[in-house]
Structures are given as C-alpha cells and as structure tokens.
C-alpha cells in the first residue's frame, strides 16, 4: 500500500477518563444520534423504549461527564434544553418536560404515514427561547402530508411562532439538529434520504424562520463546528469539504489526493478537535469503524498526524472542540488527549 500521501507522523492518545452509560450502544443501534452539541455544552444520550439517560460532558479532561438525568416518558428524538429541561419529538407530538421531569406543553402535530419511516428532531433556537422541530406539512386533497415543516415553537407554551417548508428530494427523511460550539450558536438541520444527506442552517427572526441549503456535498454537519467553520463530510467518504469565513465553495480535499489508496473518510462526526485541527477516521468500509484516525490541518485539510492508541481499539471519534474527543466502546465512552 502506497502510504506516501499521509507523510505525517505518528501521535499517541492518552487515556484521560472513562465512564459507562447505559443504554449508549443500544440508543446508537437503532439510529439515534448519541451526541449532542447544544448551546456551548457537549452532551450523550443513552436508554431504550420511552426510559432517556443524559449526560453533560465535563469541560475539563479529568472526566467523561460532569452530570447525568434520566427522564421517563421521553420516547423520540431529544434535546436538552438551556434550563434544565428536555425537548422530545416523536412520531406524532413535540413534548416539552421542565427540570423537574414534568411535562410543560404538548404539541401534536399529523403523523407521516406508516411505510415512510420519518424521523423527527428538536432543538433550541440560538436564543434558547424557542425549540425547534421538524413536523409534517399541511394535508394535500388526497389526506397526505406535503412538504415536511420547520417550526419554531414558543418554549414557554409551546405556541407556534413561525415555519418553514423543507425542500428535499422525495421520499421519507430522517433529521436530525447540531449546533456550533460557539455562543451564539450557528443551528444546522441535517436530512437523510436513502443515501442521501441535505443540510441547512436555521435562522430565527423577528416573525420568520429560514431554512437556508448549506454546502454542496450533500454531507451532513454532525460534528464539532467551531465559530463560522464547517467540516462537511461527502456521504460516499470519496471527499471531505471545510467551510469557514468568506470562503465562497470552501476548501476541497479528495480522499485519493491525501490518502492511502482506498482508503476513504468514514464517519458521521468529523469536526475540530481545537481550532487549529481537525479530527477524522478513515478505512475502507463505511459500513464498519475504524480505529485508523487522522489529525488535518483545520486551514488546508491536509494530514497533520496519524493517532495511535495502545492497546485498544477505536470506533468513529467524536473531537470535542477544546483538544480531547471521545471513542464509544459498547456503553462505555473514554475521553482522550495527545500525549
């Protein structure tokens, strides 16, 4: 195998900290994002049927997590809110829970039909002061929905505020939100259909919501965004494109311009691991992690560092933004630095 293209060297990763949470893998197998970015704080869900675990990744690296809460009733797709509560958004409601696992509001909106397989997702708007949701769109005269909605709900009462129509190629979607870690928060609406990713970033305003089409990759943004700076993964792994400041069609890297011959960029979660790089897997499968990670330079994409682990291997990385990331292992997540 030709490895001249990733003429990095090699960097070990130390083991920080690791924590067990249980329910993690079981939520990961039935397609549920466990990893959150929510309003500046980074987040893991775990559980199974209607039973939710969160818990708030510490900000410093002697620990997994800094709390967890366990909410009963939360079947769906969920968010933290920034009061301590939680968002959950099912196949037929958008529920709002207060910090005390009371339910505050209910807002029920037409189911999509059976066979479609959607998927829903919630989020708190950059304000914090509305959730957002992804809904079905009005009937049509046969009784079928139209265009799928986002809505903005008032997150005192549940009150919609304002929607918008999702434009997507036909057939049913799964969704899901991510936020940057920044304050305040860029919000991005991620969509699947069949094999095929179409992103946006929300905005809210005074009496509108927009739906803005973001990238050209059709790659999803789920991992750690930092201020205007995107890393948008092609769904295929064939290419990996960053978007920062400016930059009208971002900055391109093909797998075969910086990579051993077949290998591709796997993973749903490729973001920065502090802003100077970022961090990636590769392989050769997308169906199947790898433990063969990456560090790219965050102003060109070109390879920085190859990851070493002793000892062990590492599914699909999660890089957190302030210089460590996370590898989940059954429950068990473990937080890791460079040495």
Same mark, same amino acid.
């Given at each position: 195998?030709?490895?001249?293209? =990733?003429?990095?060297?090699?960097?070990?990763? %130390?083991?920080?900290?690791?924590? @067990?949470?249980?329910?993690?893998?079981?939520?990961?197998?039935?397609?549920?994002?466990?990893?959150?970015?929510?309003?500046?704080?980074?987040?893991?869900?775990?559980?199974?049927?209607? +039973?939710? =675990?969160?818990?708030?990744?510490?900000?410093?690296?002697?620990?997994?997590?800094?709390?967890? #809460?366990?909410?009963?009733?939360? @079947?769906?797709?969920?968010?933290?809110?920034?009061?301590?509560?939680?968002?959950?958004?099912?196949?037929? #409601?958008v529920r709002a829970f207060d910090a005390e696992g009371r339910v505050r509001w209910t807002y029920p909106f037409q189911p999509w039909p059976a066979e479609d397989g959607h998927g829903?997702?919630?989020?708190?708007? *950059?304000?914090?002061?509305?959730?957002? *949701?992804?809904?079905?769109?009005?009937?049509?005269?046969?009784?079928?929905?139209?265009? &799928?909605?986002?809505?903005?709900?008032?997150?005192?009462?549940?009150? +919609?505020? *304002?929607?918008?129509?999702?434009?997507?190629?036909?057939?049913?979607?799964?969704?899901?939100?991510?936020?940057?870690?920044?304050a305040p928060p860029r919000v991005f609406l991620n969509a699947l259909t069949g094999e095929t990713y179409g992103t946006w970033e929300i905005a809210l305003g005074e009496g509108f919501?927009?739906?803005?089409?973001?990238?050209? /990759?059709?790659?999803?943004?789920?991992?750690?965004?930092?201020?205007?700076?995107?890393?948008?993964?092609?769904?295929?792994?064939?290419?990996?494109?960053?978007? #920062?400041?400016?930059?009208?069609?971002?900055?391109?890297?093909?797998?075969?311009?910086?990579?051993?011959?077949?290998?591709?960029?796997?993973?749903?979660?490729?973001?920065?691991?502090?802003?100077?790089?970022?961090?990636?897997?590769?392989?050769?499968?997308? &169906?199947?992690?790898? /433990?063969?990670?990456?560090?790219? /330079?965050?102003?060109?994409?070109?390879?920085?560092? %190859?990851?070493?682990?002793?000892?062990?291997?590492?599914? &699909?990385?999660?890089?957190?933004?302030?210089?460590?990331?996370?590898?989940?292992?059954?429950?068990?997540?473990?937080?890791?630095?460079?040495?």
């Amino acid at each position: 195998m030709d490895r001249s293209r =990733t003429a990095v060297g090699p960097r070990t990763a %130390e083991l920080l900290a690791e924590d @067990e949470l249980p329910g993690l893998h079981a939520r990961a197998r039935r397609g549920l994002d466990v990893f959150l970015i929510r309003h500046g704080a980074r987040w893991l869900v775990a559980g199974e049927a209607d +039973r939710v =675990t969160v818990g708030r990744i510490a900000p410093d690296g002697s620990r997994v997590l800094a709390s967890r #809460t366990t909410w009963e009733g939360a @079947e769906g797709s969920i968010s933290p809110l920034p009061d301590g509560g939680l968002a959950v958004a099912g196949a037929t #409601t958008v529920r709002a829970f207060d910090a005390e696992g009371r339910v505050r509001w209910t807002y029920p909106f037409q189911p999509w039909p059976a066979e479609d397989g959607h998927g829903t997702s919630c989020a708190a708007d *950059a304000t914090g002061r509305c959730l957002l *949701a992804v809904t079905t769109g009005l009937l049509d005269e046969d009784g079928c929905p139209g265009a &799928d909605l986002c809505v903005a709900l008032d997150l005192r009462d549940g009150s +919609r505020v *304002a929607a918008t129509e999702l434009q997507r190629p036909p057939g049913p979607a799964r969704y899901f939100f991510q936020h940057s870690l920044t304050a305040p928060p860029r919000v991005f609406l991620n969509a699947l259909t069949g094999e095929t990713y179409g992103t946006w970033e929300i905005a809210l305003g005074e009496g509108f919501l927009r739906a803005a089409p973001l990238g050209d /990759d059709d790659g999803p943004i789920a991992g750690s965004a930092l201020g205007e700076a995107t890393a948008e993964p092609a769904p295929d792994g064939r290419r990996l494109t960053l978007h #920062t400041p400016g930059g009208a069609k971002g900055i391109r890297t093909d797998a075969g311009d910086v990579l051993p011959q077949g290998l591709r960029f796997l993973g749903r979660h490729p973001g920065f691991l502090d802003d100077r790089r970022l961090l990636v897997a590769v392989g050769r499968d997308p &169906d199947r992690p790898s /433990d063969h990670h990456l560090l790219l /330079d965050a102003t060109t994409l070109r390879p920085a560092g %190859e990851l070493r682990y002793p000892g062990t291997e590492c599914p &699909d990385p999660l890089p957190l933004g302030d210089g460590t990331w996370l590898t989940l292992h059954g429950d068990v997540a473990r937080r890791w630095t460079l040495n």
